[in-house]
């Protein structure tokens, strides 16, 4: 029994449910629930598992095959490192991290398509009240908004799929869209539909319209929460939809393509105009997100598991700090902060290191994956995807490399530096912050040196 998948969403609904009845415990809750979340990662087993013996189409699956064990490996984890590293934060929102964790692992492991919109939905939810933590409810509104719009697409999707084929279960509906005679004509609305649907989550343009808000307005253990756990899941999600399930034709494919390019070439150009480091995170976030789409829609999964880890380690260090500064320090604005990581090296560590590996430079990680990744769309021949990534990560690393030289180097541009230029902003305390990321930082040059250590993991 300990070894099925089911209780990495049970355990954590239970605690949050008794976490409800007993406020004063729901912290030690929330730890007991990712410590018990972290066990059932070693012991659980493979396999397809049908609760209350209701056989498939019907009933609620799960599934746990070696692609979302990756997933609820790394939603897991991430998601302990948030916590433990934002911790000062959680004051009241225990019980909605708990539901939140339930939420996230269910969406990748769940095998049918109306389970993972329950799932969705909690979720949603759970994020809502999450992005209220620094008390912006517009931004929350918003997101409520449009994430309720993404949904209801997503549901009328699935209910012309069910009027179709009779079945919602991934892998019965997978069987029945390859078999003999099915054309691809008669998905392209609920494929549409679907896709808007989950485009809302995954922040694609045009659907991305609640992000600059919420992610604008995050501290640092939300920030690393949307950023990363959500980011990580939701991508794993759209990976078994798009790359494994659904049959999409040739011609919208190159559609969803190039709305996902667009994605990341218009977000790094806003990257680039960006004057916090927040808002330059944030349409970053949203680069990655185009990316990392593309590459499923390529059926490209490996290099789009490596890129999700890549994004993921990376994020959860640098909206860490960006939130830490923002609402301890009292400004995440660059010109406000220059020269702050000749105070807090170890941050600076972590935080550079980071940048080096989502920009792809050599002897960090970002590097290996940048490079699997280009050799696996030259060997799919999709020369046209390589050149909107090479020109799209020469504008994320001009201004990535333009951020750090302004956090490290104190003064304006041709005057000496000097220490009495350095930025009156500090960030004292945050001993736990600073340990983590800069543990982090290490492990992604270990990584960048021996990457074949984490696929052998």
């Given amino acids: 029994m300990m070894n099925s998948p089911v209780l990495l969403v049970a355990f954590p609904l239970l605690l949050a449910f008794i976490s409800v009845m007993w406020?004063?415990?729901?912290?030690?809750?929330?730890?007991?629930?990712?410590a018990i979340n972290l066990y059932l990662l070693s012991v659980v087993k493979y396999g397809i598992y049908n609760i209350g013996n209701w056989k498939p189409p019907f009933g609620i699956t799960l599934v746990l095959d070696g692609y979302s064990f990756t997933g609820i490996l790394i939603v897991n984890i991430i998601f302990a490192l948030a916590v433990i590293m934002g911790y000062s934060e959680v004051k009241k929102y225990a019980s909605v991290l708990i539901v939140s964790l339930a939420a996230v692992n269910g969406m990748v492991l769940t095998g049918d398509l109306f389970n993972l919109f329950v799932f969705l939905e909690i979720a949603s939810i759970s994020g809502y009240i999450i992005s209220a933590m620094t008390k912006k409810y517009r931004h929350s509104f918003n997101y409520l908004i449009i994430g309720t719009v993404g949904s209801s697409l997503y549901l009328f999707g699935i209910i012309i799929i069910y009027n179709i084929f009779g079945t919602l279960n991934m892998a019965d509906l997978r069987g029945k869209l390859y078999a003999p005679g099915v054309t691809s004509g008669v998905l392209l609305l609920p494929i549409v539909l679907i896709f808007a649907g989950i485009a809302v989550e995954s922040k694609l343009?045009?659907?991305?319209?609640?992000?600059?808000?919420?992610?604008?307005?995050?501290?640092?253990?939300?920030?690393p929460i949307f950023a990363s756990v959500y980011a990580a899941a939701i991508m794993f999600v759209f990976g078994r939809l798009f790359s494994q399930t659904l049959l999409i034709s040739q011609n919208l494919s190159i559609v969803l393509i190039t709305i996902s390019l667009l994605t990341l070439f218009l977000a790094e150009t806003a990257a680039f105009s960006g004057n916090s480091l927040r808002k330059i995170l944030l349409f970053s976030s949203i680069a990655q997100a185009g990316l990392i789409v593309t590459l499923f829609l390529l059926k490209l999964d490996d290099v789009a598991i490596l890129q999700i880890v890549n994004n993921a380690v990376a994020k959860l260090i640098m909206f860490s700090i960006a939130g830490a500064l923002a609402i301890q320090a009292g400004s995440d604005k660059v010109e406000d902060l220059r020269g702050i990581f000749n105070k807090h090296k170890i941050m600076g560590f972590g935080f550079?290191?980071?940048?080096?590996?989502?920009?792809g430079l050599p002897m960090f990680f970002g590097f290996y994956v940048k490079l699997k990744v280009l050799i696996a769309i030259f060997n799919g021949n999709h020369e046209w995807v390589a050149?909107?990534?090479?020109?799209?990560?020469?504008?994320?690393?001009?201004?990535?490399?333009?951020l750090l030289s302004k956090l490290w180097v104190p003064g304006e541009e041709g005057v000496e530096t000097s220490?009495?230029?350095?930025?009156?902003?500090?960030?004292?305390?945050e001993f736990i912050l600073k340990c983590s990321v800069g543990i982090l930082g290490v492990l992604i040059v270990f990584m960048g040196i021996m990457p074949l250590v984490l696929l052998k993991i």
């Fill in 419 to 429: 220490e009495k230029y350095v930025t009156s902003l500090s960030l004292d305390g």
């Fill in 23 to 34: 406020k004063r415990g729901a912290k030690i809750l929330l730890s007991l629930s990712i």
């Fill in 205 to 223: 343009f045009p659907f991305n319209g609640w992000v600059k808000g919420v992610y604008n307005s995050t501290n640092k253990l939300s920030g």
């Fill in 352 to 359: 550079t290191t980071a940048a080096m590996s989502i920009i």
């Fill in 387 to 402: 050149v909107v990534l090479l020109i799209s990560s020469l504008i994320e690393g001009v201004y990535y490399v333009r």
